[in-house]
Structures are given as structure tokens and as C-alpha cells.
């Protein structure tokens, strides 16, 4: 059964997420964690006897600042994280979470709420067993709906996110890569 430890031990086994997650502890960046797909698809390749680094399409890292909503600032914390992406060659996505509700309406037509912590967008992705995350920081995994619908492959709408049309869209791209993979509408 896939628990905390399990869960840390198959995401890591992709030697991009280790080599990224050291390489972020030491830049101190606030609330930062390496969270999504390259964390469960390691997963699911895992699970599916596959190697854990396959078709992983972008790192995507979350940190949270509040103290500067600026682009700028935004920016800064980017060109930091990107000389070890292009070291470890690697496809990296930097989001402060404290600006998300600044310019998500006008990128996929929805308004979003005002996030108080890095974890809080973690919680939000469309799909509920996508919400993962590990602290750089600390190491320390964050599940908010725990492993059991990851390991069991169930895609159910997260209802922090409700928007059927974009769940239903993220779910089919995830079974046509993993087709044992199961939509659970509800």
C-alpha cells in the first residue's frame, strides 16, 4: 500500500527529481516544492514497469512570496532556478503561488482565489490524486487526498478546481500514457 515513504521512494526513483529537489534546498527560495507530474507520472511509470524518468513533461516548482507580487520578483526567483535546469537538462516551470489569482482568469478564463501558502496551490490541481508535493526545504511529501487513488490509478475531479471540461481533458491525457488508469466521475 502507498504511504508517505513508498510514495517519496518511487517519485525519487527519477534521478531528475533528486538531483532538482538538492539543487533547490540550496537557494532557500520560500515554501518551495517540487510538485505534479514529474512527482506521480514517476508513479505511474513506476507502478507500470516502466522507467520512472519516462515521458516526464516538465518540473514544475511552487514556492510562495508574498512579501513582492511583482512579475520582477517573480522573474528573479526563474532566472535563479534556471541555470540548474539547464545543467541537469531539464524542462522546469517556476510559480510563486502568492500571484496566481493575479493572472489566471486572463490565461484559462476562470477566476481563482488568493493562496496563502505554496501547498494551497498544490491542493488545486484539476485532478484530486495529482495533489503532491515535496518540500525541497525539508523533504517533507504533501498529499492532501493521501496515496490511495494515485496508487490505485482513480481520476476524480478535485472539487477545489471544479471545472469538468479541463478535468476531463487532463484525465484523458493521463490514460492515453498510462491506460490502466481509471476516470471516476462522480
Not at 534521478?15 to 520560500?30: C, F, K, S, V
Not at 532566472?79 to 500571484?99: C, D, F, H, T, W
Request: aromatic share 10%; glycine share 6%; charged share 20%.
Amino acid at each position: 500500500m502507498l504511504d508517505t515513504e513508498s510514495f517519496r521512494h518511487l517519485a525519487l526513483a527519477n534521478p531528475a527529481n533528486r538531483q532538482l529537489l538538492a539543487a533547490l534546498a540550496e537557494l532557500n527560495i520560500p515554501q518551495c516544492h517540487l510538485t505534479a507530474g514529474c512527482l506521480f507520472q514517476a508513479v505511474w511509470n513506476v507502478l507500470s514497469g516502466r522507467p520512472a524518468a519516462e515521458n516526464i513533461k516538465d518540473y514544475d516548482v511552487f514556492y510562495f512570496d508574498g512579501g513582492d507580487l511583482s512579475w520582477e520578483a517573480e522573474d528573479a526567483i526563474i532566472r535563479r532556478v534556471a541555470p540548474i535546469a539547464e545543467r541537469l537538462g531539464l524542462p522546469v516551470e517556476v510559480k510563486n503561488q502568492a500571484r496566481v489569482h493575479l493572472w489566471y482568469n486572463a490565461r484559462f478564463g476562470t477566476d481563482y482565489p488568493q493562496l496563502h501558502s505554496a501547498r494551497d496551490g498544490i491542493s488545486r490541481y484539476l485532478v484530486r490524486c495529482t495533489c503532491v508535493g515535496i518540500d525541497a526545504s525539508t523533504g517533507e511529501v504533501f498529499a492532501p487526498d493521501g496515496f490511495a487513488d494515485l496508487e490505485a490509478g482513480l481520476l476524480r475531479i478535485n472539487p477545489l478546481m471544479p471545472q469538468p471540461g479541463k478535468w476531463q481533458a487532463k484525465a484523458e491525457t493521463y490514460r492515453t500514457r498510462w491506460p490502466w488508469l481509471q476516470i471516476i466521475e462522480e
